[in-house]
């Protein structure tokens, strides 16, 4: 049974910074993308960002770009998502996801996710 577990959440001032972890077990992740999506209130869920199997390539959302970094640690089949200057528009639920993709900023490529953890970002 495959299980993502987001830690790592929540409150924050506007300006701080927070450090996501998606932890994976279940199943071997080899050749797995890992990434982040995050849906805020009344929003549709949207993707940040993702990183491959080798960490050798990553992607991010122009919203985050140069805000946030993801990167994973094979060894414990676990990926992370360093927050930096957060700002109030990035109060949402986040979540990890994992799959072999192509369109890896479409959530529609991903069957593995988490149950999300919750960051609010206060102005």
């Known amino acids: 049974q495959v299980q993502l577990v987001e830690s790592g959440g929540g409150l924050v001032q506007a300006g701080g910074s927070l450090r996501l972890s998606c932890a994976a077990s279940?199943?071997?992740?080899?050749?797995?993308?890992m990434g982040w999506f995050r849906r805020a209130p009344g929003k549709e869920r949207e993707f940040v960002a993702y990183?491959?199997?080798?960490?050798?390539?990553?992607y991010y959302a122009d919203s985050v770009k140069g805000r946030f970094t993801i990167s994973r640690d094979n060894v414990k089949n676990t990926v992370y998502l360093q927050m930096n200057s957060l700002k109030p528009e990035d109060t949402a639920v986040y979540y990890c996801?994992?799959?072999?993709?192509?369109?890896?900023?479409?959530?529609?490529?991903?069957?593995?996710w988490g149950q999300g953890t919750q960051v609010t970002v206060s102005s």
């Open positions: 996801a994992a799959d072999r993709c192509s369109s890896c900023w479409s959530a529609r490529e991903y069957d593995y």
């Open positions: 279940g199943r071997t992740f080899s050749g797995y993308v």
């Open positions: 990183i491959t199997w080798s960490g050798g390539s990553t």
